[in-house]
């Protein structure tokens, strides 16, 4: 894996780790929809 994506996944993983955090439902209901 490049660089560059491996520091964009983890931007997004601390993204969606903070988000569940405050909204638990909404990632649930996110993540169903995404499969």
Request: charged share 30%; proline share 3%; net charge positive.
């Given at each position: 894996?490049?660089?560059?994506?491996?520091?964009?996944?983890?931007?997004?993983?601390?993204?969606?780790?903070?988000?569940?955090?405050?909204?638990?439902?909404?990632?649930?209901v996110?993540?169903?929809?995404?499969?």
């Open positions: 894996m490049y660089r560059e994506d491996f520091k964009k996944v983890s931007e997004i993983g601390k993204a969606k780790t903070g988000w569940l955090k405050e909204n638990p439902i909404g990632y649930f996110a993540a169903m929809a995404a499969g």
